[in-house]
């Protein structure tokens, strides 16, 4: 099972709308579209999986809220920085108010 957060994404947003439009227009159809978003979603999955090299780091002031449940996490955190690495030095390049994380449970192998 590939988890389907991903077609919230500018990217999935903009592949599910270029799909409803060639479906009603009738050069596609609905099953699919559907094949074409389920396979989005395991190479989204994919991809992150094995992409181990991190670009950005952040670092929260406060961790404000932590739920799990269904073997999900929701983490809200206040006061956020990201910082990118040039090398050996750390630069800022973004400072949030408030950052919200979801994050999934995965099989290695999926």
Same mark, same amino acid.
């Given at each position: 099972?590939?988890?389907? %957060?991903?077609? =919230?994404?500018?990217?999935?947003?903009? &592949?599910?709308?270029?799909?409803?439009?060639?479906?009603?227009?009738?050069?596609? +159809?609905? +099953? *699919?579209?559907?094949?074409? *978003?389920?396979?989005?979603?395991?190479?989204?999955?994919? *991809?992150?999986?094995?992409? !181990? /090299?991190?670009? &950005?780091?952040?670092?929260?002031?406060?961790?404000?809220?932590?739920?799990?449940?269904?073997?999900?996490? #929701? *983490?809200?955190? /206040?006061?956020?920085?990201?910082?990118?690495? !040039? =090398?050996?030095?750390?630069?800022?390049?973004?400072?949030? =108010? /408030? %950052?919200? #994380?979801?994050?999934?449970?995965?099989?290695? =192998?999926?």
């Amino acid at each position: 099972m590939a988890y389907k %957060m991903y077609r =919230g994404t500018t990217l999935g947003e903009t &592949l599910q709308e270029t799909l409803d439009y060639l479906i009603q227009f009738g050069d596609l +159809n609905p +099953n *699919l579209a559907e094949d074409v *978003l389920d396979q989005f979603d395991r190479s989204v999955n994919r *991809l992150l999986r094995h992409n !181990d /090299k991190p670009q &950005l780091t952040f670092k929260g002031d406060k961790l404000d809220v932590y739920r799990f449940c269904d073997k999900v996490w #929701i *983490l809200i955190l /206040k006061d956020v920085v990201f910082y990118e690495r !040039d =090398g050996r030095e750390k630069h800022e390049i973004l400072h949030v =108010g /408030k %950052m919200k #994380i979801v994050a999934c449970e995965t099989r290695i =192998g999926m």
